[in-house]
């Protein structure tokens, strides 16, 4: 599985944006991903995760305020944020993976396939 993220950019507070991470190879919905992020500084953390019967999860930093979704005609999973805070300044990255369980779900060394990143910086 390859994996593309895209949509990161600057923008400021109180803004939104959409990240798609899009798969290739061999894709369909039986893959988790997952959408985790990198400050300056900072350790990679979770952020939001999507099961294959899309059940969805988020790190308690985002939730009310971030979306993850998936488009398995599209082999495509989103990432709508609103609000944005300078604090969401980061790399972020796309993982998937065909064997999480709820458990491994916010552990990124779970996941053995990841995107390359996109970068997100939130001005104040």
């Known amino acids: 599985v390859q994996l593309q993220a895209s949509g990161g950019g600057l923008v400021q507070a109180g803004d939104s944006l959409r990240l798609s991470c899009a798969a290739s190879?061999?894709?369909?919905?039986?893959?988790?991903v997952a959408w985790f992020r990198q400050g300056p500084g900072k350790e990679r953390e979770f952020v939001a995760g999507i099961f294959r019967r899309s059940g969805v999860y988020y790190a308690d930093s985002v939730k009310g305020r971030f979306a993850i979704s998936r488009d398995n005609a599209k082999n495509t999973v989103y990432l709508q944020m609103n609000n944005l805070k300078p604090d969401d300044t980061a790399v972020y990255y796309c993982?998937?993976?065909?064997?999480?369980?709820?458990?491994?779900?916010?552990?990124?060394?779970?996941?053995?396939?990841w995107g390359q990143g996109t970068q997100v910086t939130v001005s104040s």
């Open positions: 993982a998937a993976d065909s064997n999480i369980i709820l458990s491994s779900l916010g552990q990124w060394a779970a996941y053995d396939y």
């Open positions: 190879g061999r894709t369909g919905s039986s893959y988790t």
